[in-house]
């Protein structure tokens, strides 16, 4: 799929001119500071255009993005300004998807298949989309919507959702635009319980997903793989389709001079058109469906559904929200993974942490429900010997420890222990004291 075609003395058939062709530029494994998941970006050329997003104005001030598959709408997001890149969307789904010959693709149901092989089996696929050019990851999902919802259990909603956009950390501070959060795309009519068993058995399998805006996707195939993961408190494995735009920058030379350049730009990750050899000009022009089309679009939204065969609250949070996978990205971004190792090491102090590390490790942990939450928390209060909050009075990174350790499951032990911690710390700390007395 990946390789050029060879040169042929003879022109080529009408057919042979409308196969989609699917070019590989680059590829990529994941590292440290550069890449978050192993990746490629690709070009597509002579594709159907039947898998597209599309934006476009209804008869008022709203703006929306659709996600279509020919003349019939997956999922949408809209909001007040659809291109503010800070504005919470609202979502849809119409659960939709009739799976086509493209959809129905053995190798993604392979557990130790590779990402190359992974990435052929995508082939018929990514020749339904425009042409353009595209980044595809091999990375993992919640299969929630980073709002208290399983991806198959997403209510239509009434206001903006966090996770549809960049989100906000504050103090000026944002975080990337990252796939982590999908929504079904099919009705979960189609149900199968044999089928989610098979993936609880078979857990590597990939799901394949299309970005939409901040850390969500639609799900386009892989619903009984997300499902199982689901019941299983675990992530989905899966390819995530991720469409480049074109931006121009103004940059300076090292002579001093000022130059435009131009990059292709997919969620938070940056190509060189100049450095990766893809042409200037525009890859793709946006559909813009009459404001008919889009009403009648729009009525395929309103669709009763079935009801949730689980429990969506009790799987839901097993998983973070938006703001705690930002708190996740933040750590991981700036320090690496977290790993046994790594808290092992912090804990018998051969490595040792800043306070803003603190902080970011104590977040992240308590985004990833980790079991080893309360062991660090209690250890930077008073065990470590290079840091003593009482003396330092650094209030910020208490308040910081103690808000995470208020939000573990409550039990008799953990309440003894607030109890303790707000009498050693109230005189120093009252507000938080008067945080840890309102929790009680």
Not at 66 to 76: A, E, N, W
Not at 172 to 193: E, M, Y
Not at 345 to 362: D, F, G, K, P
Request: charged share 30%; hydrophobic share 35%.
């Amino acid at each position: 799929m990946f390789e050029k075609r060879k040169r042929r003395k003879e022109p080529a058939s009408r057919e042979e001119k409308n196969i989609p062709n699917v070019r590989k530029i680059t590829c990529w494994e994941k590292t440290a500071g550069d890449f978050y998941a192993p990746g490629v970006l690709l070009q597509v050329e002579n594709g159907k255009g039947l898998l597209y997003d599309c934006y476009s104005e209804e008869p008022s001030s709203a703006t929306y993005c659709t996600l279509m598959l020919g003349d019939f709408p997956l999922f949408q997001l809209q909001g007040d300004e659809y291109f503010c890149p800070t504005c919470e969307k609202i979502i849809r789904s119409s659960y939709g998807l009739e799976q086509t010959e493209e959809f129905r693709e053995e190798r993604m149901n392979g557990e130790n298949v590779s990402f190359s092989e992974a990435l052929e089996g995508l082939r018929l696929l990514l020749g339904l989309l425009e042409d353009n050019c595209y980044v595809v990851l091999d990375t993992q999902l919640f299969p929630t919507d980073g709002n208290g919802h399983v991806f198959w259990n997403v209510p239509e909603s009434r206001k903006g959702v966090p996770g549809s956009c960049l989100f906000y950390r504050g103090d000026g501070q944002w975080g990337d635009n990252r796939p982590h959060f999908t929504v079904a795309t099919q009705s979960i009519g189609k149900l199968c319980p044999s089928r989610v068993e098979y993936y609880r058995r078979h857990p590597g399998c990939r799901a394949v997903a299309y970005y939409m805006d901040g850390y969500m996707t639609a799900l386009l195939d892989g619903h009984h793989k997300a499902m199982a993961a689901a019941l299983d408190h675990r992530c989905v494995n899966a390819l995530v389709i991720m469409p480049c735009h074109r931006v121009a920058r103004q940059e300076r030379k090292d002579s001093g001079e000022i130059c435009r350049r131009e990059y292709l730009m997919s969620g938070d990750m940056w190509f060189s058109c100049e450095e990766y050899g893809v042409k200037s000009e525009r890859t793709m022009e946006r559909k813009k469906p009459s404001p008919e089309k889009m009403g009648a679009i729009r009525s395929r939204f309103s669709r009763q559904e079935p009801p949730f065969p689980y429990d969506n609250d009790e799987l839901a949070a097993v998983y973070p929200g938006a703001s705690e996978a930002s708190d996740i990205d933040a750590y991981t971004d700036e320090y690496g993974e977290i790993t046994q190792e790594v808290l092992d090491q912090i804990l018998t102090q051969e490595h040792s942490c800043t306070v803003y590390q603190i902080r970011a490790l104590l977040r992240a942990l308590t985004g990833l429900r980790h079991e080893r939450l309360f062991d660090m928390a209690d250890f930077f209060l008073g065990k470590c010997t290079y840091l003593s909050l009482l003396a330092f009075h650094d209030m910020e990174t208490f308040a910081v420890i103690a808000e995470q350790l208020m939000k573990l499951p409550r039990t008799e032990e953990l309440v003894q222990y607030m109890v303790n911690l707000m009498v050693e710390y109230e005189d120093e700390y009252p507000s938080v004291g008067e945080c840890i007395k309102e929790w009680l």
